[in-house]
């Protein structure tokens, strides 16, 4: 019987539905003939059945198939001397577009999360729900009803939010800025997509990290951003490496995490920094400071930033709530020239007629009141506690098998594994022993890296997810 490429790039449920469209129209399933139910052929398939779902889903809107209660599933036929009604390919619309979709292992990561099936999640960058300010939000839900009006807010966000961001930024991490120069936005995903959209043209070049988050993101191949690769070392990028891709290729724009880099953890040090700002400054470059993690510093004082260190408006700096909050808030702002906040709060209109006032009301009031700062202490404490239970358990699990530097900051430790392995046939050997997590190749690191996160899981389940994934590279290694 047919199976699907499991080693192919193209999605399982795309290849399920292709082989069915090919058996129809080959004649071999004619018109009214009974598919098998969505649970029969995940299993005769060996696929989750959410996968059936979505392919069964993707033929119903080709208008190939349809599905009647009581009746099943079943090829569709015409009724006698009447033409068939035609239903949009809606194949071919998604498989076109300028938007491209997420990388496959993403895709295979989220279809498996998706799948219903237990599975210890070292994937997720984000922080569990113990670790939210929860009782803190309750907290001015209750004391402080809601009185804002419900209508079109300021494309460049909240204005008491934006407020208070001065004040936050300034505090916590000695950036200056007004309430002008700052734009919120709903993530700082959404703050680099604005960037790519606004800032740059099809062709441009930009030089990111290498390995760095960046990778993951297809919103730049989207807009037809070159990418190019700068190496680390234990300081950071290196100027010289800026020197010479702005020689090769006039690269355009520089995206650099210089504090607990996602997903390396490093920091860039204190005299890169200065170094690194300088080359920009003399090159005319742009540096696009994503800084989601600073505030998760564990054993010392949170590094500074680059801005802080700006004196010529060559930094556009990027943050968020997602990783110090609730990712769920959705709130990120930017701090930028007030030409490219007008520019972008203008795209960003356009795009969404601005954020819901509401999670804007309750960041403004969450980063004004004095809860904040000890929920900041508690959860790096937590953040603490977790990643040196990640770190034993590989100890205990894995001597030997697994390198890496324990990170002082973030939610990820950056694994090097010591043997030849294939990222797909491991990751596929992690679903099937009960755990995901990102394979380096993803943001752009060679074969043999993995990045766990954990900040997601509840303590408990560190060490078990430890186990599964010991279990996971043995059988790789063994094949």
Known sequence: MWKPDRTSNRPLYQQIASYIEQRISFGEMPPG?????ERKLAQQLGVNRSTVMQAYENLRAAGMIESLTGSGTRVCRGESGVAPKQTPNWNRYVESGTFLPNLPLLRRIREALQSGVPLVNFAGGELAP????????????????????????????????????????????????????????????????????????????????????GYSLQMFQSAGIRLFGLPVDEDGVHPDGIRALHKQHRIRMVFLN????????????????????????ELGIPIVEDDPFSLTAMEDAPPPSLKSLDRNGTVLYIGSLSKVAASGLRIGWMVAPHTVIRRLADARQQMDFGL?????????????????????????????????????????KLPGEISFELPRGGLNLWCRINGDVNDSSLLESGIK????????????????????????LPLEEIEMGIDKLAQALCRTSAT
């Open 433 to 456: 022993n009960g755990v995901v997590f990102m394979p380096g190749s993803v943001f752009g690191a060679e074969a043999g890296f993995i990045r766990l996160s954990y900040a997601r």
């Open 130 to 213: 113990e670790l939210a300010p929860s009782d803190a939000i309750a907290d001015i839900m209750r004391e402080h009803p809601f009185r804002e009006t419900l209508s079109y807010g300021d494309p460049q966000g909240f204005v008491p939010l934006r407020v208070a961001l001065t004040s936050f930024l300034l505090e916590q991490r000695h950036i200056q800025a007004t309430d002008e120069s700052i734009l919120v936005t709903s993530g700082s995903q959404q703050s680099l997509y604005l960037i790519t959209q606004c800032l740059l043209n099809p062709g441009d070049a930009v030089a990111i990290e290498q390995p760095s988050y």
């Open 356 to 396: 819901s006032i509401f999670p804007q009301w309750i960041a403004s009031r969450l980063l004004e009141s004095s809860s904040f700062a000890p929920h900041l202490a508690r959860l790096r404490a937590a953040l603490r506690t977790r990643r040196d239970s990640m770190a034993a358990a590989l100890h205990r």
């Open 33 to 37: 003939s009974s598919l098998p139910s």
């Open 258 to 281: 210089p504090n607990y880099q996602n997903p390396t953890g490093t920091v860039m040090g204190a005299e890169r920094r200065i170094e690194v700002l300088a080359c920009c400054e």
